[in-house]
């Protein structure tokens, strides 16, 4: 199954931090409107890639309060 999740970045700081890491990652679709990503993954890639955008964040030195995972959604077919 595929979930699509929002990320969002309240920051430009956040947003150069995250990008890298998101597209390098992110083996579905991706889309950016603004400071938000939405990106279509597998439902077994969903932790990894939290973790991911997580230490992409922290290696940058970025708090967590400038940035979210909002939604989750599962898509079915």
């Known amino acids: 199954m595929k979930v ?7 920051t430009k700081a956040a947003y150069r931090a995250i990008r890298p890491a998101l597209v390098a990652h992110i083996t579905g679709y991706i889309g ?14 969903y932790a990894y890639l939290v973790d991911v955008v997580n230490h992409a964040a922290q290696s940058a030195g970025i ?9 989750v959604h599962a898509i079915s077919r």
């Open 63 to 71: 708090p967590r309060d400038e940035y979210d995972i909002k939604t």
């Open 32 to 45: 950016v409107c603004g400071y938000t990503f939405s990106a279509t993954i597998k439902q077994s890639d």
């Open 4 to 10: 699509t999740i929002l990320i969002e970045t309240q």
